[in-house]
């Protein structure tokens, strides 16, 4: 891979793990292992972003889920991520996501957060895929209740690449700012009952309560999905560098599974379902399934 790719992941790891603190052009050069003047060039070239545009929006984001999940003061998230003072803070987040933070913790509702895609993974896609490794593949299966689903289509996508070129891939930071019934964003593949004409069998969404009365971002739809059974797969932990392998395996498995061996049959007639991947769990997929009746 090349080299100034590595070299801005490098910048984007840093600023990960310490976020906290303070982060200067010149430990991040250290981290690239070029001059601050080319690193600076590099991370605004490929993230379209100056380092310190990066760094603001992300602790951003990361304060508005503490004051969405946790019972803190907001002095305490805006000197823990790095704000010199609450007005500060008060400002640069009414100005990112256009509601006061005192409003949003009362009252949290669909803003876009910001998603810090590493740029070494628009490239890994690119490569061929070595699958000459085997791996376990687990097999559950899990009941969906009844519930609401809060969607983005897209027109013509059905995979995530295409999806996020259409859509951009911004809809995944207001979905993450929302609270779902599975406490994540999910992708889904939609049978045709469930799509519009012109509109792409690839979504991303959250699953909410089938009595659901929030807020729906705008361009969003909301779709009611039945309680259902469906057989989870999902693989084992990977490097977050290898998750194009650790998708295409566990797809492999599921395409190639015959789930008549524990009583079941697939059901197309509900969306199959996608997490994110994180290495830290192996990747995880849904598909729905009815049990055979003899």
Not at 9 to 35: C, P, T, V, W
Not at 101 to 120: E, N, Q, R, W
Not at 180 to 193: A, I, K
Not at 246 to 255: G, H, L, R, T, W
């Amino acid at each position: 891979m090349d080299e100034r790719i590595l070299a801005v992941q490098r910048m984007q790891d840093y600023i990960d793990k310490n976020l906290n603190g303070e982060i200067s052009l010149s430990e991040l050069a250290k981290e690239s292992l070029f001059s601050p003047w080319y690193s600076y060039r590099l991370f605004r070239s490929y993230l379209s972003l100056t380092p310190a545009e990066y760094i603001r929006k992300l602790r951003l984001s990361r304060a508005a889920i503490r004051l969405r999940d946790e019972q803190c003061r907001i002095i305490d998230v805006a000197y823990d991520l790095g704000f010199g003072s609450i007005d500060t803070f008060t400002r640069a987040f009414f100005r990112e996501f256009g509601r006061n933070p005192s409003d949003y913790a009362k009252s949290p509702g669909p803003i876009p957060l910001f998603i810090p895609y590493g740029v070494k993974f628009r490239e890994l896609r690119k490569e061929k895929i070595d699958m000459s490794g085997t791996q376990t593949i687990f097999v559950q299966a899990v009941t969906k209740p009844e519930r609401l689903c809060i969607i983005k289509r897209a027109v013509h996508a059905d995979d995530y690449f295409p999806y996020c070129e259409e859509v951009s891939c911004d809809v995944w930071g207001i979905l993450m700012s929302m609270m779902s019934l599975c406490g994540e964003p999910v992708c889904m593949w939609l049978p045709e009952r469930y799509t519009k004409p012109n509109t792409s069998t690839y979504v991303q969404g959250i699953e909410v309560d089938p009595d659901y009365c929030g807020e729906i971002p705008e361009g969003f739809d909301l779709i009611r999905l039945p309680e259902a059974e469906y057989l989870m797969f999902q693989g084992q932990p990977f490097r977050e560098e290898d998750y194009c392998e650790a998708i295409q395996s566990v797809q492999e498995a599921m395409d190639s599974y015959n789930p008549e061996i524990i009583g079941f049959g697939w059901d197309d007639t509900n969306p199959r379902i996608q997490l994110e991947p994180r290495g830290e769990r192996g990747y995880i997929e849904f598909r729905a399934v009815r049990r055979i009746t003899k």
